[in-house]
């Protein structure tokens, strides 16, 4: 499936902080940590836990937070399906990104080991 140029801007616009929450959220119902979550973040992006802070309350959009992101090399290594797109089918940059943290957060959530979550090539 193919994401629409509609779709992709509304990624790009939607912020951080926003869904932020819901991934906290999401992880705790499954007996995850905040701290486990951070890590899966800081994995993808680079980011400590003093800047991720910093970027939910500058509340930066999607497309700021990747921009000033520093995406992991093996990032390319998260493949599958996520909210019906397949990642390695998904053309915008941004919105790909967007889905590999979705991935990750996903993976964590359904009680994944964090050796398998940071993806390290074989």
Known sequence: MKTTPKHDERIASM???SVY????TKVEKKNRTKEELHQVIEWLTGFNNEKLD???NQ????????????LN????????????????EIET??????????????ELAKGRKMEKILRKPS
């Open 15 to 17: 912020t951080f902080a």
């Open 21 to 24: 929450p819901h991934y906290v």
């Open 54 to 56: 910093k970027l939910i």
């Open 59 to 70: 509340k930066v959009t999607f497309e700021t937070f990747f921009k000033e992101a520093n």
């Open 73 to 88: 090399p093996n990032a390319h290594l998260i493949t599958g399906v996520i909210c019906g797109y397949r990642i390695e």
């Open 93 to 106: 940059p941004l919105t790909k990104q967007v889905r590999y943290l979705d991935k990750l957060i996903d």
